[in-house]
């Protein structure tokens, strides 16, 4: 069973940054995907970023490329997301979720374990 915590949202004012963290235990896993979604109440839950945890490869949704990077630290076993040129539109619940890596790309993999999401609120 894989547990998934997600830390660092917070508030901030548009045109600042913030980096959340994605941190994974319980894995036997040699390789996963991780990925970020978000949600806001009402709306469908929208995936903005993914990642090969030990290959690297990512993929952004269009409303974020450019302003939003992912990266992993293997011997953590995190994922971050750095989320800079904030906007009010960017503001949502944060959440990782992690499957487990058996080729393709992580951008289209259905993910099964999720953690329980932090909040990221833009606003000035």
């Known amino acids: 069973q894989v547990q998934l915590a997600e830390s660092g949202g917070g508030s901030v004012q548009p045109g600042g940054s913030l980096t959340l963290s994605c941190s994974a235990s319980?894995?036997?896993?040699?390789?996963?995907?991780v990925a970020w979604f978000r949600q806001v109440p009402g709306k469908s839950r929208e995936k903005v970023a993914s990642i090969n945890f030990r290959g690297g490869v990512r993929g952004f949704a269009d409303s974020v490329k450019g302003r939003f990077t992912i990266w992993s630290e293997h011997a953590k076993k995190t994922v971050y997301l750095q989320m800079r040129d904030l906007k009010p539109s960017d503001t949502a619940k944060y959440s990782c979720a992690a499957e487990k890596y058996e080729g393709g790309s992580c951008w289209q993999y259905d993910y099964v374990y999720w953690g329980q999401g932090t909040q990221v609120t833009v606003s000035g």
């Open positions: 319980g894995s036997t896993w040699h390789n996963f995907c």
